[in-house]
């Protein structure tokens, strides 16, 4: 299994509450993701990396933010928290030049 | 933009033969993708296809018919632990070409 963690694996928040998840990888791949999967909609792209302080948005970015500062950590901050952001998010990395992308555990986000 | 639709829920009995259908709809096409994801799990990645054709590995067949914008997954000889979910997922070409867009996901439950 490709070197990907995820933290919090859980966490319970309330409205408005700024929150960061983190996604640490031990591959040295060059793109990372962060997807969220709620039902009825599959998984969503929210930001994507391809590199170092390289990022850009995907398809349900708004409310969401993130940085990458180091090759092995792409970080998702919500900077205040709604309900309709409860989710499953799952992140995501993938080698240039390769054609598969492998997923971490993934984080439960509940906000009340 | 990208549009993928899969069935929502299927069901077979152990040891049988399925076929999970994908179309798509998409501005760029640079592959298809096959996940698997059990209950409250990361997806995992299942097989890849950007020639037209049938690719082959183990009990797992993938197929694509480019012209005519459908993929199938086939699973053979059932087992009661390939019930999950299957998404379907097309990679974009050009400035996007490492971005995924996933459907909605199949569910497939193995009966015995």
């Known amino acids: 299994d490709a070197g990907i963690t995820q933290s919090p694996r859980h966490k319970v928040t309330e409205t408005g509450t700024p929150v960061t998840l983190r996604c640490h990888q031990t591959?040295?791949?060059?793109?990372m993701y962060w997807y969220r999967q709620d039902p009825g909609h599959g998984l969503r792209l929210i930001h994507y990396?391809?590199?170092?302080?390289?990022?850009d948005k995907g398809e349900v970015s708004d409310g969401y933010s993130v940085s990458r500062s180091k090759t092995e950590d792409f970080l998702l901050t919500l900077e205040s928290a709604t309900s309709s952001q409860t989710s499953v998010y799952f992140c995501?990395?993938?080698?240039?030049?390769?054609?598969?992308?492998?997923f971490g555990p993934g984080t439960r986000l509940t906000v009340t | 933009g990208q549009n993928i639709d899969q069935p929502t829920e299927m069901t077979a009995t152990e040891g049988a033969i399925v076929q999970i259908n994908c179309t798509y709809q998409?501005?760029?096409?640079?592959?298809l993708f096959w996940y698997q994801q059990h209950a409250g799990e990361a997806p995992t990645f299942l097989s890849y296809?950007?020639?037209?054709g049938l690719e082959e590995k183990g009990r797992f067949s993938s197929f694509l018919s480019r012209s005519k914008g459908y993929s199938y997954l086939l699973l053979k000889e059932l087992q009661m632990k390939d019930s999950a979910s299957y998404l379907c997922?097309?990679?974009?070409?050009?400035?996007?070409?490492?971005?995924?867009?996933f459907g909605k996901g199949t569910k497939l439950s193995v009966i015995p």
């Open positions: 995501a990395i993938s080698e240039q030049g390769s054609h598969e992308q492998y």
């Open positions: 296809n950007v020639l037209d």
């Open positions: 990396s391809y590199g170092v302080k390289d990022t």
């Open positions: 997922a097309v990679k974009d070409s050009g400035a996007g070409s490492y971005q995924l867009t």
């Open positions: 998409t501005s760029g096409f640079n592959g």
């Open positions: 591959e040295n791949h060059r793109y």
